[in-house]
C-alpha cells in the first residue's frame, strides 16, 4: 500500500503543479492513497532518517539510527526515542553504516509498511555481518503483531518494544547487547511520556508537534489503532503547557497537538496550573495554549467528528492565533456504511457538523480522511461519498482504498468483498472530485490576503520564502530582500495558485 508525498516542512510537494496529476496516477497503480497536503501523515517523510541534533555539543561513542514510518504521532514518538538514548550516552546519526543501535519505528495502519519493514530488515541483515554488535530494533506499531515473526521466526531484529515500552529502551538494550532477544510490547493504560522532553529532530525550528494524548478508544472497525496503540489516555495539562511554553521561549511559533482523536482529551487535577477548578477539557487546553503568547500559533490533528464541540469552535473563533482549520475524517458519505464502519454518526449528522463549523468559522478550512471500497459498498454509497465531499467542500483530503487489517473489527466480522480494481477507480473518481475542489478554493483566495508564518525557504528557490496560512494552505512567494526571515509573520497577497500551493507578494 502506499501513498502520494505530503508536505509538511517539505514545501516542494506544494510547489509542484504536476502533482495532483502524479497522485491520480498512482491511485490507480497503489492499493492505498493518500493526498497528503497537510501534515499529519507526511509520505515524503517516510522512512525519513532523523539527523543528528542540532546545536549539540556533546562527542557521543555510540550512535543511533532511526527511521520513522506511518503518521505524525510516531514521528513524534521517535523524538520521545530519540530523548531517551540520548540520556543513554547516544547521539543521533543520518548515516546507519555508523550506527550501533538502528530502529525502524513501524506502522500498520497501511500494508505496504509491513513489506517495506522487512526489506529494510534485510538491508540491515548485511550491514550486521560487517559490523558485528550492531543492534537492530522495530519500535511501534508492527512490533506485537510481527513480534515472534522478526526475533524468531527470521531472526531479523534483536528488539521489539511496542509504543508504550520506550521508557524500557536503556534495559532492553543492555539486554540485546549481551546476545538475548529483547522485548517489551505491553500497552500501558497510563504512559504518556509526559515528563520525557522530546528531542527535537531535523525541526525547522519554527513549528513543532505535541502529543496530548495516546491510544483510542473508538474501535472504528476498518482500523487497527486501537489494537497497536492501546487505550485513551490524556496527558497532564501542566506538562503540555510547560513544553508548549518551552517551545515558544526557544523560538517555535507553532504547536500542533497531536492525537487519534483530540476532542475527547480530559484531564483531571490541574487547578493550580490552568487556573480551572474543572477538569481540562481540550476546550480549555486549547485556550492555555493560545495564551501563551498571540505569536504562538495552535493546530490540532485529529478530530473525531463525534467529539467536536461548540465549546472547542468558539474557543477556535475567539482566538487569532488558534488556526483556522480543522481536519474532519469523514471516512464514507453513506450512512449505512457509517453504521458498518462503527463510526457512530450519519451522513447527515456529520453535514450538520460541517454547517456549524462554517457557521461559527466562516473562514475555516476543512479537510477529510476518505476511505473507498470498503466492505459491501455499493456505487449508491461511493456517490453519497463523492456528494458529501461536494457538501463539505473540503479544502484538501487524505484518500485511501479499503485495506483489510488482521484483527480489526471490520476482518472479523464482514468480507472484504469490492473487488480491487472497483476500488480503485472509486478511488481515482474522489481523487478527481478533490483535485477539482482544492483548485476552486486556491482560486477563491486570488487577490485575498494572508498572514503567513514563515517556515523556511523554498525548497525550489533561495529567492523565497515557504509558509502557511491560518488555514494550513502553502504560500510561496519572493523575498525581495525584505527583513523578514523564518519564524516571522507577514502579510501575503495571492496572485497565482496552483491545486496546491498558493503564490504571492508580501504586502507588509
Ligand atoms: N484517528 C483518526 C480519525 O479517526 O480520524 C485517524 C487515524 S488513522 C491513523 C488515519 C486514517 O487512515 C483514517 O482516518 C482512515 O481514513 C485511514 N485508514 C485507517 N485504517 C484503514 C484501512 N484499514 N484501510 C484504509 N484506510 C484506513
Ligand atoms: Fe482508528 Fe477510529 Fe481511533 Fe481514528 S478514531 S484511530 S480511525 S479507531
Not at 493504560?189 to 483510542?216: H, K, Q, W
Given at each position: ?235 497532564d495539562a501542566r506538562s503540555i503547557l510547560a513544553e508548549c511554553r518551552d517551545l515558544f521561549g526557544n523560538g517555535y511559533r507553532e504547536v500542533t497537538l ?45 478530530s473525531h467528528p463525534k467529539d467536536i464541540t461548540d465549546e472547542v469552535l468558539y474557543t477556535m473563533a475567539r482566538h487569532e492565533n488558534i488556526c483556522k ?59 453519497d461519498t463523492l456528494s458529501i465531499m461536494e457538501y463539505a467542500r473540503y479544502d484538501y483530503s487524505y484518500m485511501f482504498f479499503y485495506s483489510e487489517r ?103
Amino acid at each position: 500500500m502506499d501513498s502520494v508525498p505530503g508536505n509538511s516542512t517539505l514545501p516542494s510537494c506544494q510547489e509542484n503543479s504536476s502533482l495532483l496529476s502524479i497522485f491520480a496516477f498512482f491511485s490507480i497503480n497503489r492499493p492505498m492513497l493518500e493526498l497528503a497536503i497537510h501534515k499529519v501523515h507526511d509520505e515524503e517523510r517516510q522512512g525519513e532518517a532523523y539527523a543528528p541534533f542540532t546545536l549539540d555539543p556533546n562527542q557521543y561513542s555510540k550512535r543511533f539510527y532511526i527511521e520513522s514510518y506511518g503518521c505524525q504521532m510516531n514521528f513524534a514518538d521517535s523524538e520521545i526515542v530519540a530523548s531517551i538514548l540520548n540520556q543513554q550516552g547516544f547521539g543521533a546519526t543520518r548515516n546507519v553504516e555508523e550506527a550501533d543501535l538502528i530502529f525502524l519505528n513501524t506502522c500498520s495502519i497501511r500494508e505496504k509498511a509491513e513489506q517495506t519493514v522487512r526489506k529494510r530488515l534485510t538491508e540491515f541483515r548485511k550491514l550486521k555481518r560487517d559490523r558485528p554488535g550492531t543492534l537492530v530494533g522495530v519500535l511501534g506499531c508492527m512490533a506485537e503483531r510481527l513480534k515472534s515473526k522478526f526475533l524468531e521466526e527470521e531472526k531479523l531484529v534483536d528488539l521489539v518494544v511496542g509504543p508504550d515500552a520506550y521508557r524500557t529502551l536503556p534495559a532492553l538494550v543492555e539486554e540485546a547487547g549481551s546476545g538475548q532477544k529483547a522485548i517489551n510490547v505491553l500497552l500501558s493504560r497510563d504512559e504518556t511520556y509526559a515528563d520525557i522532553s522530546p528531542i527535537r529532530l531535523d525541526s525547522n525550528g519554527v513549528s513543532a508537534f505535541v502529543s496530548i494524548m495516546r491510544g483510542c478508544n473508538n474501535m472504528c472497525s476498518f482500523c487497527v489503532v486501537p489494537f497497536t496503540r492501546g487505550r485513551e489516555r490524556s496527558r497532564d495539562a501542566r506538562s503540555i503547557l510547560a513544553e508548549c511554553r518551552d517551545l515558544f521561549g526557544n523560538g517555535y511559533r507553532e504547536v500542533t497537538l497531536l492525537g487519534q482523536n483530540v476532542d475527547s482529551y480530559y484531564y483531571a487535577g490541574a487547578e493550580e496550573e490552568t487556573g480551572y477548578s474543572e477538569p481540562v477539557t481540550f476546550a480549555r487546553l486549547l485556550e492555555q495554549i493560545a495564551r501563551i503568547s498571540p505569536l504562538l500559533r495552535v493546530r490540532f490533528s485529529t478530530s473525531h467528528p463525534k467529539d467536536i464541540t461548540d465549546e472547542v469552535l468558539y474557543t477556535m473563533a475567539r482566538h487569532e492565533n488558534i488556526c483556522k482549520y480543522i481536519h474532519l475524517p469523514v471516512q464514507s458519505g453513506s450512512t449505512r456504511i457509517l453504521q458498518m464502519m462503527n463510526r457512530t454518526y450519519t451522513r447527515e449528522w456529520y453535514m450538520a457538523k460541517v454547517d456549524r463549523i462554517r457557521e461559527i468559522m466562516p473562514d475555516c478550512s476543512i479537510s477529510a480522511d476518505i476511505i473507498a471500497g470498503f466492505c459491501t459498498e455499493e456505487e449508491a454509497d461511493h456517490h453519497d461519498t463523492l456528494s458529501i465531499m461536494e457538501y463539505a467542500r473540503y479544502d484538501y483530503s487524505y484518500m485511501f482504498f479499503y485495506s483489510e487489517r488482521p484483527g480489526t473489527l471490520a476482518q472479523r466480522r464482514y468480507k472484504d468483498d469490492v473487488p480491487e480494481e472497483v476500488k480503485k477507480r472509486r478511488l481515482a473518481e474522489i481523487i478527481a472530485v478533490q483535485n477539482r475542489m482544492s483548485l476552486e478554493s486556491n482560486r477563491q483566495d486570488l487577490g485575498k490576503t494572508f498572514r503567513i508564518l514563515i517556515e523556511g525557504e523554498s525548497k525550489k528557490s533561495s529567492g523565497h520564502w515557504m509558509g502557511r496560512s491560518s488555514q494550513n494552505k502553502v504560500f510561496v512567494f519572493a523575498k525581495n530582500g525584505g527583513a523578514a526571515g523564518k519564524g516571522d509573520y507577514v502579510n501575503v497577497r495571492v496572485n497565482e495558485c496552483t491545486q496546491g500551493t498558493l503564490l504571492g507578494d508580501i504586502v507588509d
